[in-house]
Every structure is written in C-alpha cells, then in structure tokens.
T-cell receptor
Framework: AQSVTQPDIHITVSEGASLELRCNYS??????LFWYVQSPGQGLQLLLK??????LVQGIKGFEAEFKRSQSSFNLRKPSVHWSDAAEYFC??????????FGKGTRLSVIA | DTGVSQDPRHKITKRGQNVTFRCDPI?????LYWYRQTLGQGPEFLTY????????KSRLLSDRFSAERPKGSFSTLEIQRTEQGDSAMYLC????????????FGQGTRLTVV
C-alpha cells in the first residue's frame, strides 16, 4: 500500500539555522514526490517536486529536497530559515495524474 | 484566472443539514480532485474527475457524500445529513493531465457541524 511517513510532528528552529524535514515513502512503482506548504487556514502551495532525473531538486523560497531511492526518502532542506517559513509542511507521493497520498505533516515553528 | 477557487471559505451548519461546496479549477485544467483534511492530519483523497467523468469515488467517506462536475468545469461536493464528524477542511485541487503533473490547490472550505 502507498504511504508517506513524516516522523516529526513538530520542529522548532532558530531563525537563520538550517532545517531538514524528513519524509519516507512506500510506493509500488517509481514515485512522483512532492513537498507542499500550508499556512494556517490556507490551502497547499507546492514547494518542489521530483519526477525523474537529478535527485537533488530545487524549489521555491530557497528549499531543496533530495530523493534517495535506497532509503525511500525525500527529505526537505533549507540552509537558513526565515520567520516566514513557519507553517505546516506536507510530503506527498503519487503517480502521473493520480491522486496524491499525503503524510500527516510537520509543523515548523521559528524562534528568534 | 488566478488559481483554484473554492466557495464558501467557511460554513457552519447544524447537524442533519445538507451542505454543498463549489470548486472552480484553473480554466484549462481537466483533472479535478477533492480532499478532506482534519485537524493534525494530511489531506485525504475523496474523489476525482477527468473533465466531467468521475474516475474514482470509492474513497468518498459514505453514501452521504457525492460530487459532480457536470460540464467539466466547476465541481460541487455535497454532504447530506451532516454529522459532527464531517467537520473538516475540504480541499479542491486541479491539474492539466497533459501538462506538468502538478496539482494546484484551492484555499479550502472549512466546515463546522454544530
């Protein structure tokens, strides 16, 4: 069965510090992988996606993610966090044109 | 066309009432998805359409839930005889199947059943 695990429910980082959010997936075929961000009461905004090719993908707002097939992981990183990055982050897996399977999300808090 | 639009943004209803939500996708998008998101959880897939055809509806939570996309443009999600457990955020997403494969989400409809 398809599933996504985000092991960290809540992470707090200091502004300017680096960030890594973990995502592990289980998928029968070659997965398409996504990271979305959600601010309170809002919909989801796509940060980045991986379909194929280079396993390190760049996204918006300075985020990047690395696909590691051997570890079934797609971790999200940012070298220097800004206070405006505080939000809920969701990892998702799917195939072309199919519904996505989401993780439960990781809430990011940023402190001064 | 600025994105996926959902209406209303918030809905408070009494238990037992029927509610209907509307989603207007990005105009050229032929795929449309409905998800439900409860507090502390990620979005959970409900149903989706390719143009006006409903491709999957077995994931709708009960027979009280139904969705339509009559002309392949906007879609509606109806919940009949609402229950308190239906309280959630209902999200709509759209994509162009011949395009990038990326789904664009609306801001959601927050349903509260009292």
């Amino acid at each position: 069965a398809q599933s996504v695990t985000q092991p960290d429910i809540h992470i707090t980082v200091s502004e300017g510090a680096s960030l890594e959010l973990r995502c592990n997936y289980s998928y029968g075929a070659t997965p398409y992988l996504f990271w979305y961000v959600q601010s309170p009461g809002q919909g989801l905004q796509l940060l980045l996606k991986y379909f194929s090719g280079d396993t390190l993908v760049q996204g918006i707002k300075g985020f990047e993610a690395e696909f590691k097939r051997s570890q079934s992981s797609f971790n999200l990183r940012k070298p220097s966090v800004h206070w405006s990055d505080a939000a809920e982050y969701f990892c998702a897996v799917g195939a072309w044109g199919t519904p996505l399977v989401f993780g439960k999300g990781t809430r990011l808090s940023v402190i001064a | 066309d600025t994105g996926v639009s959902q209406d209303p943004r918030h809905k408070i209803t009494k238990r037992g009432q029927n509610v209907t939500f509307r989603c207007d996708p990005i105009s050229e998008h032929n795929r449309l998805y409905w998800y439900r998101q409860t507090l502390g959880q990620g979005p959970e897939f409900l149903t989706y359409f390719q143009n006006e055809a409903q491709l999957e509806k077995s994931r709708l939570l009960s027979d009280r839930f139904s969705a339509e996309r009559p002309k392949g443009s906007f879609s509606t999600l109806e919940i009949q005889r609402t229950e308190q457990g239906d309280s959630a955020m209902y999200l709509c997403a759209s994509s162009f199947i011949e395009g990038t494969g990326v789904d664009f989400f609306g801001q959601g409809t927050r349903l509260t059943v009292v």
